[in-house]
């Protein structure tokens, strides 16, 4: 039990309670107007270290900007391309902002104040990812606090967020494919492979001679290589998952011409010992090849390499593969996650629904 008592400052009296912490540490409080004061925070201490609840008020002075460095170096787990733009949005968003703050002073309607103004912006409006990854992060380090008993809350709990609008996708078809191929020139491959197995970049080129069954005509996926600041990372794929791919008949001579005179060891795409990097998205190989397929076609769209991925689940889906097929082909953790991704290509399927409910009130009615 802890103990109170009186002294003199400038106002007239006051109380000061000590007490020990759970751990034992002696500590207290000090400027309580009246000894009821002091009595009902001594009971409240009392209770909260009998139910687990307690928090020691020195812990809730640790800044943002201390708890912060912690938070940002426990985010092992996260890939090299995740883990860049949370430290960028620390960097320059959030430690600038709320670096100095102690925990315990931030209130929730700070908070709100922040992301409606931080969305605003200055001169123009915030992206939603711009401001949600650097909401996500105070938030994180926030949760942490929480988790430490520095804090009884998150403050950053239910505010008001942007919302993120999707984007349509763009598909080519067979005939735009060809196109972009042959206007690819030496990449030719490169492009035929991504937009008919539908892999990403990153997981293109980290594959291996070894990884490619010619005869079963498989792709064995189990790595990925990502390019972070100039530098190539290679790690497991997006879900953490490996996967066998299948590709068409036709691209079996491509690939043999790829993997020929290569170690089982070498990469399959480049000179089998660099990974290719992505192309320059203002002047590199692919914007040239866009340029001259656009020169051909002006109905042609403006793709990127990533497009060629939802390319190859609109040409499986066409050509009657069913959403579990498109799901393992595409790595995806689940076949709802493909049905909301490309939830545009299955149209088809709700006028077929609408047709055979048709057909069998029709032929109930015989």
Do not use: C
Not at 100 to 117: F, K, L, M
Not at 120 to 135: E, H, I, N, Q, W
Not at 278 to 306: E, K, L, M, N
């Amino acid at each position: 039990m802890g103990s109170i008592h009186a002294y003199e400052a400038g106002g007239g009296k006051r109380y000061r309670v000590q007490y020990r912490t759970p751990e034992h540490a002696l500590t207290g409080k000090r400027g309580f107007r009246t000894k009821r004061d002091a009595e009902l925070f001594l009971a409240s201490v009392e209770v909260a270290k009998a139910r687990g609840e307690f928090m020691d008020p020195r812990a809730s002075q640790s800044t943002i900007s201390t708890l912060g460095a912690e938070w940002l170096a426990n985010q092992h787990h996260l890939k090299p391309s995740s883990l860049r733009p949370v430290q960028i949005a620390w960097r320059l968003h959030v430690e600038p902002k709320w670096g100095s703050r102690r925990v315990g002073e931030i209130r929730h309607s700070e908070v709100q104040n922040w992301v409606t103004a931080f969305t605003k912006g200055d001169d123009k409006p915030r992206s939603a990812t711009t401001v949600l990854r650097a909401y996500g992060v105070l938030a994180g380090i926030l949760d942490t606090a929480v988790m430490d008993r520095r804090i009884p809350s998150n403050p950053a709990r239910g505010v008001n967020l942007p919302r993120k609008l999707k984007g349509k996708h763009k598909y080519l078809s067979h005939a735009q494919v060809e196109l972009l191929a042959d206007s690819a020139k030496k990449h030719r491959t490169m492009v035929l492979f991504l937009a008919y197995t539908g892999l990403r970049w990153g997981e293109a080129t980290a594959l291996h001679v070894r990884d490619v069954d010619l005869d079963r005509r498989r792709i064995d996926v189990h790595q990925n290589a990502v390019e972070v600041s100039g530098t190539i990372h290679i790690g497991t794929p997006k879900t953490g998952e490996s996967r066998s791919v299948p590709f068409p008949p036709f691209l079996v001579p491509l690939l043999a011409t790829a993997t020929a005179n290569k170690t089982p060891s070498q990469l399959l795409f480049g000179d089998g010992d660099r990974h290719l990097h992505q192309p320059d998205r203002r002047r590199g190989w692919y914007v040239s090849a866009i340029a001259r397929s656009q020169a051909a076609d002006d109905s042609f769209p403006r793709v990127t390499i990533h497009d060629l991925r939802h390319t190859a689940a609109s040409l499986a889906i066409s050509a009657g593969a069913n959403v579990k097929a498109v799901q393992r082909m595409l790595g995806h953790s689940s076949a709802s996650m493909t049905l909301d991704t490309y939830a545009d290509l299955f149209d088809d399927d709700l006028d077929a629904v609408a047709i055979a409910l048709d057909m069998a009130r029709a032929k109930a009615r015989k």
